[in-house]
C-alpha cells in the first residue's frame, strides 16, 4: 500500500515585533533574509521595519535575499496586516483569520511588492516595496509582516517495492515584520468583550471569549485570568490563565477556556475575566503573580463578566466530536438492567401461570 504525499508547513518568524530578530540563515533553508533598515527607521537597533512616514509620503525599502546553493530558487512574496491568534500571538504572516472590523488602513493595500523573485545560483537581490502612507493623518502604527516562502517545487520520494512509503514536502517561510506611523504618539489600547459560546479547538471542548482591541496600538506583555461558574452560583467550574501574549492593532481573537476533557452541559453561566496588559514601572494595577510566580504590575486592566447559555443541543453535538469526552453508558446499563429484571418477571409469571392452570387441572380431573 502506498500512502500519499503529506505536507509538513513550517512557518518561522525570524524577525517579530519587539524581539531582537534573526537574520542568519539555518541549513534547513534555501535563501536568506537581510532588511535593509533605512534612515528613517525608528530605533535602529531593531532588525525588522519600523518607520516614520508623513502622511501620504512615498517610500521603498529593501529586502535583501541571498542564495548560496547551486541551483536557482523562486521565491514567493506576499504582505499582510498583524492579525493575533487564538494563541494570544501576533501574526504577521498569511493566515485564515478575518481582519477586524476596525482596521481602517489594511498595510497590505498600502505596500506594492513583486510577487516572485528568482535568485539565481551563488546570487543576492535587493527586492524593493515600494510604501504608501495614507494621506490622512493619524496616531498610532500600521503593522503587518512581509513574507518570503520558498516556491513549491514536486519533490516525490519513491518507496521500495517491499515496504510503505511516506512523502513529506517541508516548507519554510520568513516573516518580516514591518511597521509604518506617522509619529511617535502613545495611542492608549481599548479592549471589548464581543461574545462568549462553546465551540472546539482541536477537536476537545472550549469555552471562547472574543476580545477586540480596536485602537491602532499593541497591547504588550497580556495576561489574562477567566472562571467560568453556573449562573448564580459562585463555585468555579472551568477556568484559564496566560500571560506573557500579545495583541495586534485592530484585531480581535478568541481566548479559548480549555474543558480538559470535561463533557458540555446544558444551562446558563456567567464567565468573568480580567485582561492586563503594558507591564508598569509604577503598579497602576497589581494583579499578583505570573506563571514563574514572579509578581507582575501592568498600566492597562479590563474586566468583563457576561452570561451565556449552553443549549442541550450544542452540549450533544460538541461532545460527540470530543476526542477527549469519554461516552457515559450509566444509562444504557440500567436500561438493559431493567429489561433484564422485567424477563425474569415475566419468566416467573409463566411459570407460575403454568404450574396454577396444571394445578387445576389435576383438580378437576380429581373431582
Known amino acids: 500500500m502506498k500512502f500519499k504525499k503529506s505536507l509538513l508547513t513550517l512557518i518561522i518568524t525570524i524577525l517579530a515585533v519587539f524581539s531582537g530578530g534573526l537574520t542568519s540563515l539555518a541549513s534547513e533553508f534555501s535563501f536568506a533574509v537581510t532588511p535593509i533598515i533605512p534612515d528613517n527607521q525608528i530605533d535602529k537597533t531593531k532588525t525588522f521595519f519600523d518607520l516614520k512616514l508623513n502622511a501620504g509620503q512615498k517610500e521603498t525599502v529593501y529586502v535583501q535575499l541571498q542564495n548560496d546553493l547551486d541551483r536557482a530558487v523562486k521565491v514567493d512574496v506576499s504582505v499582510n496586516s498583524a492579525t493575533t491568534n487564538t494563541n494570544v500571538i501576533v501574526e504577521y504572516g498569511k493566515n485564515s483569520i478575518k481582519p477586524d472590523k476596525s482596521l481602517k488602513y489594511d498595510l497590505a493595500k498600502y505596500v506594492k511588492a513583486p510577487k516572485q523573485v528568482t535568485l539565481n545560483p551563488h546570487s543576492a537581490v535587493k527586492v524593493p516595496f515600494e510604501l504608501q502612507m495614507p494621506a490622512e493623518a493619524f496616531?498610532?502604527?500600521?503593522?503587518?509582516?512581509?513574507?518570503?516562502?520558498?516556491?513549491?517545487?514536486?519533490?516525490?520520494?519513491?518507496?521500495?517495492?517491499?515496504?510503505?512509503?511516506?512523502?513529506?514536502?517541508?516548507?519554510?517561510?520568513?516573516?518580516?515584520?514591518?511597521?509604518?506611523?506617522?509619529?511617535?504618539?502613545?495611542?492608549?489600547?481599548?479592549?471589548q468583550m464581543n461574545s462568549v459560546k462553546p465551540s472546539q479547538i482541536n477537536a476537545r471542548n472550549v469555552i471562547l471569549s472574543n476580545l477586540q482591541n480596536d485602537q491602532m496600538t499593541y497591547i504588550n506583555q497580556v495576561a489574562i485570568d477567566a472562571e467560568?461558574?453556573?449562573?448564580?452560583?459562585?463555585?468555579?467550574?472551568?477556568?484559564?490563565?496566560?500571560d506573557a501574549l500579545q495583541v495586534a492593532p485592530n484585531s480581535n481573537f478568541n481566548f479559548p477556556v480549555n474543558l480538559n476533557g470535561k463533557p458540555l452541559e446544558a444551562g446558563d453561566y456567567h464567565?468573568?475575566?480580567?485582561?492586563?496588559?503594558?507591564?508598569?514601572?509604577?503598579?497602576?494595577?497589581?494583579?499578583?503573580?505570573?506563571?514563574?510566580?514572579?509578581?507582575?504590575?501592568?498600566?492597562?486592566?479590563?474586566?468583563?463578566?457576561?452570561?451565556?447559555?449552553?443549549?442541550?443541543?450544542?452540549?450533544?453535538?460538541?461532545?460527540?466530536?470530543?476526542?477527549?469526552?469519554?461516552?457515559?453508558?450509566?444509562?444504557?446499563?440500567?436500561?438493559?438492567?431493567?429489561?433484564?429484571?422485567?424477563?425474569?418477571?415475566?419468566?416467573?409469571?409463566?411459570?407460575w401461570r403454568k404450574k396454577k392452570k396444571n394445578e387445576e387441572e389435576e383438580k378437576r380431573k380429581a373431582e
Do not use: C
Open 228 to 242: 467560568i461558574t453556573k449562573k448564580g452560583d459562585s463555585r468555579v467550574l472551568y477556568d484559564e490563565h496566560k
Open 271 to 351: 464567565i468573568k475575566l480580567v485582561m492586563d496588559g503594558n507591564k508598569s514601572a509604577d503598579g497602576k494595577y497589581v494583579r499578583g503573580k505570573d506563571s514563574a510566580g514572579k509578581e507582575v504590575r501592568y498600566q492597562n486592566q479590563w474586566v468583563f463578566e457576561k452570561d451565556f447559555t449552553i443549549t442541550g443541543e450544542v452540549a450533544r453535538d460538541l461532545n460527540k466530536k470530543d476526542v477527549t469526552v469519554k461516552t457515559d453508558y450509566t444509562w444504557l446499563f440500567v436500561l438493559i438492567g431493567i429489561v433484564m429484571l422485567l424477563l425474569v418477571l415475566f419468566i416467573i409469571w409463566l411459570i
Open 139 to 191: 496616531n498610532g502604527v500600521m503593522a503587518g509582516g512581509i513574507t518570503f516562502k520558498e516556491a513549491k517545487t514536486e519533490k516525490t520520494t519513491k518507496a521500495s517495492s517491499d515496504e510503505k512509503g511516506l512523502a513529506i514536502q517541508n516548507e519554510y517561510s520568513y516573516v518580516v515584520a514591518l511597521l509604518m506611523r506617522q509619529n511617535e504618539t502613545t495611542v492608549a489600547p481599548k479592549v
